[in-house]
């Protein structure tokens, strides 16, 4: 069978031609798409995971203003500027250019105790690492007290703890120490020496412990296992004070040693 040579050459040409207006298609269409995008604005900064922080004063931390050319935008410096927010511990920034909205996603700081000022009053918020929050009214947390801290925490320095290091350890350590519930305020001495007071315990009320410095992690399984093999055992031994300072002993008294 013979093919007819002009028929064969149209065919060629018309499939050049559609792959011709194809990407030449293509072209305007990301010629447009991009034209779109550097008209861009933001319209809205949405705040999304706050419960302490409020929205508008993390808008203002954002430095992103309505009518900002949307391209403009870097995600990472604002998220930067807005975990300088003392209740932020992270915070993720997503443009929407189809909606015109800059999105904000929060991670907040949890709470895992409160800094008390000598007369007994919140003063401040500590999470595990430390960091000090701002008391809020508006919730409260079953967290230990800790006295002998600053009232007044770096609220100028976001990247500063406010917790000496061996209060952090403590923090950090007692979820799993599985003491949480056992601890009811921290004391901080001198030199981070601790005292711990733990909740009122069946016949021995509160009891006051000397942690000292050193392995503050083992010391307190230490202490769980005081409380669950002596003390709940012995209501009528009266302990008042353990003291765990010394490496591998544990020392109880029916009245506390007098500093």
């Known amino acids: 069978m013979t093919r007819d ?28 798409g991009w034209q779109w995008r550097a008209g861009a604005v933001v319209e809205r ?4 995971g706050t419960q302490h922080a409020p929205p508008d004063t993390l808008r203002r931390l954002a430095q992103v203003d309505s009518g900002a050319a949307m391209g ?6 604002v998220a930067d500027r807005v ?7 992270s915070a993720t ?3 929407h250019w189809m909606y015109g909205t800059l999105t904000v996603a929060v991670t907040e700081r949890t709470p895992a105790a409160l800094a ?4 007994g009053r919140p003063a401040y918020y500590l999470d595990r690492a430390g960091y000090a929050m701002p008391a809020a009214d508006s919730a409260g947390y079953d967290v230990p007290l800790v006295r002998g801290l600053e009232a007044e925490a770096p609220w100028g320095q976001p990247d500063t703890t406010a917790a000496p290091a ?10 799993g120490a599985e003491v949480a519930g056992l601890v009811s305020e921290i004391e901080v001495g001198p030199e981070g020496q601790l005292r711990l007071v733990t909740t009122p315990l069946d016949g021995h009320g509160t ?13 307190l399984r230490t202490l769980r296992a005081v409380a669950r093999q002596v003390l709940a055992p012995q209501p009528q031994a009266s302990i008042h004070e353990i003291d765990l300072r010394f490496d591998g002993q544990v020392v109880t008294r029916t009245q506390p040693l007098d500093e």
């Open 83 to 89: 975990a300088r927010h003392p209740w932020v511990a």
């Open 45 to 48: 900064v949405a705040i999304t």
């Open 166 to 175: 061996p209060l952090r350890r403590v923090l950090a350590a007692l979820p």
């Open 116 to 119: 008390v000022d000598a007369q």
């Open 207 to 219: 009891v006051s412990v000397r942690l000292g410095a050193g392995d503050l992690p083992r010391k």
């Open 5 to 32: 040579p002009t028929a064969t050459f149209s065919r060629r040409v018309l499939r050049l031609a559609g792959s011709a207006l194809l990407v030449a298609g293509v072209g305007a269409l990301g010629v447009l």
């Open 93 to 95: 920034v997503t443009p």
């Open 72 to 77: 403009a935008v870097t995600p990472a410096f």
